[in-house]
């Protein structure tokens, strides 16, 4: 006879079979790949204080960067079975490959943070620095004569057009190689700069940079991973090498060329400095109260504008495109003399250093009516203006000059 109390504590007993089951194996480590995901949403990049502007990319790294050790923050979501690992932070190349990862080899370096995750969105915040260190370390590139590399017998190697040379090693096999001369692609980095700001390789252009999230075993082995893809560019461009400056009211004309008739492709504009600093405040700080009656014709030697360094920003007086050659520096006084320099940008926000200075005089720029005013003329600034009575020598004098330019001009033509 058919019981039907009996079938259903059958199936009871099977359903609790299968669910302890089922239990027990959720609580076995999962292998490595069985689900286990890593994401990083196009959203969930943050940085604190990326020296940038609204057309540059989040991804990119300066040199501002560098020296303010911006950091950045990663949402990261994880995939199910998390908990079963710990998360690293490396950055470099391949670094999801093991071998990538082992201390013999310089592909990849750990960076601090990471640990046990314990949600699933998964905050994690490196430094600029902490992801640099692996490709920076205290050598300059360009600009700046550095040490190349030496001879291993009786004479050394001299520098290349971009890194200087060392002597041999061998101190009695013979003379050793001298300094190379170094390149002008860049501009080089201050001597107090941070060991991780400054690049140990030669390369003018941007640089890849991957910073990788792995979700590891206890045999760190990756189960799941993502990665970040930036770019770093720490040296701006070297500067003009020849500038000059002419003579404008309250500003400095200013023209500069390079030597070179193909300069460094990631020029992106020029930035003006003066010293005296631009307005009354800069004259104040440098103790200079200018004399109308007593016109400069030469520039004191400048403390601040060096050929080879960047000058505070306090003294920036103007700019000027990408492919200018020319441009104002502005906000100066009439009658003071100026140092004038020029520095390049680049694509990166980088500011370069400065180059040769030039003298300048902004001096009163008297226009063809200013002039017959001052002379005592009455019109109100326009030939139908002027007046028939009271001065006809004047008159005569200033229309004499004006068709004495005109036929001029027509001849010219």
């Given at each position: 006879?058919?019981?039907?109390?009996?079938v259903?504590?059958?199936w009871a007993?099977?359903?609790?079979?299968?669910?302890?089951?089922?239990?027990?194996?959720?609580?076995?480590?999962?292998?490595?790949?069985?689900?286990?995901?890593?994401?990083?949403?196009m959203?969930g990049?943050t940085?604190?204080?990326?020296?940038?502007?609204?057309t540059?990319?989040?991804?990119?790294i300066?040199?501002?960067?560098?020296?303010?050790?911006?950091?950045?923050?990663?949402?990261?979501?994880?995939?199910?079975?998390?908990n079963?690992?710990?998360?690293?932070?490396?950055?470099?190349?391949?670094?999801?490959?093991?071998?990538?990862?082992?201390?013999?080899?310089?592909t990849?370096?750990?960076?601090?943070?990471?640990?046990?995750?314990?949600?699933?969105?998964?905050?994690?915040?490196?430094?600029v620095?902490?992801?640099?260190?692996?490709?920076?370390?205290?050598?300059s590139v360009?600009?700046?004569?550095?040490?190349?590399?030496?001879?291993?017998?009786?004479?050394?190697?001299?520098?290349?057009?971009?890194?200087?040379?060392?002597?041999?090693?061998?101190?009695?096999?013979?003379?050793?190689?001298?300094?190379?001369?170094?390149?002008s692609?860049?501009?080089?980095?201050?001597?107090?700069?941070?060991?991780?700001?400054?690049?140990?390789?030669?390369?003018?252009?941007?640089?890849?940079?991957?910073?990788?999230f792995?979700?590891?075993?206890?045999?760190?082995?990756?189960?799941?991973?993502?990665?970040?893809?930036?770019?770093?560019?720490?040296?701006?461009?070297?500067?003009?090498?020849?500038?000059?400056?002419?003579?404008?009211?309250?500003?400095?004309?200013i023209?500069?060329?390079?030597?070179?008739?193909n300069?460094?492709?990631?020029?992106?504009?020029?930035?003006f400095?003066?010293?005296?600093?631009?307005?009354?405040?800069?004259?104040?700080?440098?103790?200079?109260?200018?004399?109308p009656?007593?016109?400069?014709?030469?520039?004191?030697?400048?403390?601040?504008l060096?050929?080879?360094?960047?000058?505070?920003?306090e003294?920036?007086?103007?700019s000027?495109g990408?492919?200018?050659?020319?441009?104002?520096?502005?906000?100066?006084?009439?009658?003071?003399?100026?140092?004038?320099?020029?520095?390049a940008?680049?694509?990166?926000?980088?500011?370069?250093?400065?180059?040769?200075?030039a003298c300048?005089?902004?001096q009163p720029?008297?226009?063809?009516?200013?002039?017959?005013?001052?002379?005592g003329?009455?019109?109100?600034?326009?030939?139908c203006s002027?007046?028939?009575?009271?001065?006809p020598?004047?008159?005569?004098t200033?229309f004499?000059?004006?068709?004495?330019l005109?036929?001029?001009?027509?001849?010219?033509?």
């Amino acid at each position: 006879m058919f019981n039907l109390r009996s079938v259903f504590a059958f199936w009871a007993v099977v359903a609790l079979v299968l669910g302890s089951a089922e239990r027990a194996q959720a609580q076995l480590p999962p292998t490595t790949g069985n689900g286990v995901t890593v994401m990083l949403p196009m959203t969930g990049v943050t940085r604190d204080h990326q020296d940038r502007d609204s057309t540059t990319p989040i991804t990119q790294i300066n040199y501002k960067d560098c020296l303010t050790d911006d950091k950045v923050t990663f949402s990261l979501n994880l995939g199910v079975g998390y908990n079963q690992y710990a998360l690293q932070v490396w950055a470099g190349t391949g670094c999801d490959t093991f071998a990538n990862r082992q201390p013999a080899t310089a592909t990849c370096w750990q960076l601090s943070g990471g640990g046990q995750p314990n949600m699933l969105v998964f905050p994690v915040t490196v430094s600029v620095r902490d992801m640099l260190h692996g490709r920076t370390g205290g050598q300059s590139v360009g600009g700046g004569v550095v040490d190349g590399t030496g001879g291993t017998d009786s004479t050394g190697t001299g520098g290349s057009d971009s890194i200087g040379g060392t002597g041999g090693i061998d101190p009695t096999a013979g003379t050793g190689g001298t300094t190379g001369t170094a390149g002008s692609s860049t501009s080089a980095p201050p001597s107090d700069a941070p060991s991780e700001c400054i690049l140990t390789s030669a390369v003018v252009a941007p640089q890849q940079l991957n910073v990788y999230f792995l979700l590891v075993d206890g045999a760190n082995n990756s189960a799941g991973f993502t990665y970040w893809a930036a770019t770093y560019k720490l040296s701006a461009s070297a500067p003009p090498d020849q500038v000059s400056s002419g003579t404008g009211e309250n500003i400095a004309p200013i023209s500069w060329s390079y030597n070179d008739t193909n300069p460094d492709q990631y020029i992106n504009g020029y930035q003006f400095y003066c010293d005296p600093a631009p307005g009354e405040a800069g004259l104040a700080d440098a103790g200079v109260v200018p004399d109308p009656l007593i016109l400069p014709t030469i520039c004191q030697p400048s403390t601040v504008l060096i050929p080879g360094t960047r000058p505070p920003d306090e003294y920036r007086c103007g700019s000027a495109g990408r492919t200018s050659q020319k441009g104002n520096a502005t906000g100066l006084i009439n009658n003071v003399a100026y140092n004038v320099a020029v520095a390049a940008t680049d694509t990166y926000r980088n500011i370069g250093n400065i180059g040769t200075t030039a003298c300048a005089v902004p001096q009163p720029v008297t226009g063809f009516f200013e002039a017959y005013r001052n002379a005592g003329g009455e019109g109100g600034g326009g030939f139908c203006s002027f007046s028939r009575h009271g001065r006809p020598v004047l008159l005569l004098t200033v229309f004499g000059i004006a068709l004495g330019l005109i036929l001029r001009r027509r001849r010219a033509t």
